[in-house]
């Protein structure tokens, strides 16, 4: 029988020991990371659970301990008397690094859809359509908001990389997501209980916007909900930059374009228009007025080609002409009109000028129709209102009478090899010149910045210079971001652009080192194929409803939009690819904290487990 003394000595029996540098008194049967726990020291594991015995599978609680023949697993390892150990070596770090990288070889998941991955502003696409699927579309706005503050205008006028990306192309058809985007914000838009963001405690501090297209107005939404006095500045009679003056009310009618920008303004953004750089105000007064400054000037000059004949009476720039029509002005086409280009930009010219009156529109385009880089859609719904494509054609000079154009000849193109862009590189065919007849010509093959009234430095590309890692021009409180610095994009770039400048401004203003966050890692599914889905039942993708190609005589909008019914049905068929623990995943966070490459093994023979969703509310994956 143990004496009291005996009793009293075992009960309060410690261990001395040491964790990266922090003595301490350990109870014996404690592990290394029971001690780390109790003291604040953290040390990563993915296997360990309290309720059962310790197995050190995953191999990440990995600590160094002095006098030990290599690592040992934190969870597994008691503590002894006079112990030392680290968790933090660099070899440490390596070595649960590793231990990561093996395990995502063999993880076949998916953290972020591919449709997330996929979008330039990264918006949960899969999110807000599950949102949509049970019927909660103020949630779903909320969703899409948070990274993109024009679902109404984005869901008509993207060109929808996260549908190229969509999985189900390969059950049968891409799920519609832009046009989903559309119906929640149209939602949003008619509803009498708008959203509207929280915004922050005012800040004390002005933040200037130049340009009001959507890199500017993005910055100004997000600005302002962090609590800032923001101002918009643009030079021309309306807001909305390019969204406005570059894309025709066919696709994007002006009354929803302002109606959606006013839900910046209801934020207290002030906008002032017909206030240009240079005229109305300098950089110099600017930085005297403003805490920082924020260049979303955009692309607005047409590119030239370069050719001869090209300063003829009657060759215009597409953006030139895209600027009439948004001033309510109705040039005078012609007859005959040429476009030149491929984009989208090409695509709304050449469908204007039908609505303007041509009687033969000829779109030519240098490569074949599987290089253009305008969206499918847009293409069929030009050719289903007469636009004529002449593929594998370039100009080679415009021809004309007296001052004025009257045609062009070109010359027949072949394809190469690819070039730096991906796309087949076209070269001319030798004897194969011939002319087009027109009474227009309008050159639709990119645009220019005008960056010389900002005062900042500029590329040798003539785009304005940043420091890619904090946003900032050669000018510290001067931040930029958009086509002026990128060169002619997409809109949904543009707007990440400008929410991502946001944050640099935000961290900017209140004194603190900018850091702008990378991607955060996200392992994928690689080898992915339509066997992988050939048990999915099969669901063809909802029809946009539009008007019918008779009716498309002026500048009413085409795509009706989906009903209710119709949204509901295709957000079914989403396949909800990305990982519900997305972001609640120890293994994920791990893997961004550790720098994990996940294809440093890839190429092995990876495992595959059926799903058991037998359980009514335990998943098994």
């Not at 406005?244 to 910046?264: C, F, H, M, N």
Request: contains cysteine; proline residues 4%.
């Amino acid at each position: 029988m143990a004496t009291v003394k005996e009793k009293t000595k075992t009960k309060t029996e410690t261990l001395n020991i040491e964790i990266n540098g922090r003595k301490h008194a350990a109870k014996k049967g404690q592990t290394i990371l029971d001690v780390a726990a109790e003291i604040g020291i953290d040390i990563p594991t993915l296997c360990h659970d309290p309720r059962i015995k310790p197995y050190g599978s995953c191999r990440v609680c990995l600590v160094e301990v002095e006098g030990a023949r290599g690592p040992l697993v934190a969870c597994a390892t008691e503590v002894a008397d006079e112990m030392k150990i680290n968790t933090e070596t660099d070899a440490i770090k390596e070595l649960r690094k590793l231990s990561l990288e093996l395990l995502i070889s063999n993880h076949w998941a998916d953290c972020i859809a591919p449709c997330v991955k996929a979008c330039p502003a990264e918006t949960d696409a899969q999110g807000y359509i599950g949102l949509i699927n049970q019927g909660r579309y103020h949630e779903a706005v909320k969703l899409i908001k948070e990274t993109n503050p024009f679902p109404a205008i984005i869901g008509r006028v993207c060109t929808r990389p996260c549908e190229d990306a969509c999985r189900r192309n390969l059950v049968d058809e891409k799920v519609s997501i832009c046009w989903l985007k559309r119906f929640v914000g149209d939602f949003d838009l008619n509803s009498e209980n708008r959203y509207r963001p929280q915004k922050a405690k005012d800040s004390g501090k002005k933040v200037a916007v130049i340009g009001s297209g959507p890199a500017g107005l993005s910055c100004a939404y997000y600005s302002a909900i962090n609590g800032h006095d923001v101002t918009v500045f643009e030079a021309k009679p309306e807001a909305g930059g390019m969204l406005y003056y570059g894309i025709p009310a066919y696709r994007l009618p002006k009354d929803l374009l302002d109606k959606e920008i006013s839900t910046v303004t209801e934020l207290g953004v002030d906008i002032q228009k017909n206030k240009a750089l240079g005229d109305d105000f300098t950089m110099e007064s600017l930085q005297k007025d403003y805490d920082a400054v924020f260049l979303g000037i955009g692309a607005q000059v047409a590119s030239k080609m370069g050719i001869e004949g090209e300063d003829l009476d009657g060759v215009l720039g597409g953006v030139d002409i895209l600027r009439e029509i948004g001033l309510n002005k109705k040039p005078e086409v012609g007859r005959k009109v040429a476009v030149i280009g491929g984009g989208n930009s090409a695509i709304d010219t050449a469908r204007s000028s039908v609505r303007l009156g041509a009687k033969e529109v000829t779109l030519i385009y240098r490569r074949s129709r599987n290089e253009m880089p305008a969206h499918e859609i847009e293409i069929k719904e030009a050719e289903e209102e007469g636009v004529k494509l002449k593929l594998l054609t370039n100009p080679s000079r415009f021809l004309g009478k007296n001052g004025k154009v009257n045609g062009l000849e070109c010359v027949r193109m072949e394809l190469g090899e690819p070039d730096e862009s991906g796309r087949r590189r076209p070269s001319p065919v030798k004897g194969s010149e011939f002319k087009i007849e027109a009474d227009m010509v309008i050159v639709a093959i990119g645009q220019n910045i005008e960056v010389e009234k900002t005062g900042v430095k500029s590329t040798e590309r003539n785009r304005i210079q940043i420091d890619n890692n904090t946003l900032q021009t050669s000018i510290p409180n001067v931040f930029a971001g958009g086509d002026a610095v990128v060169g002619p994009d997409t809109a949904i770039g543009a707007i990440a652009a400008g929410r991502r400048a946001s944050i640099a401004i935000n961290q900017h203003l209140a004194g603190e080192k900018i850091k702008l966050e990378d991607k955060s890692f996200s392992a994928e599914k690689f080898g992915i194929s339509k066997e992988d889905f050939k048990d999915e039942p099969k669901a063809k993708s909802v029809k946009m409803p539009d008007i019918k190609v008779s009716e498309r005589k002026g500048f009413k909008e085409v795509e009706e939009g989906y009903s209710e019914k119709e949204a509901l049905k295709e957000a079914k068929r989403c396949l909800e690819c990305g990982c519900i623990k997305q972001n609640d995943c120890d293994l994920r966070d791990l893997s961004q904290e550790y720098g994990v490459d996940a294809t440093r093994f890839e190429g092995g023979e990876m495992l595959h487990f059926d799903i058991d969703a037998r359980h009514p509310f335990v998943k098994q994956d």
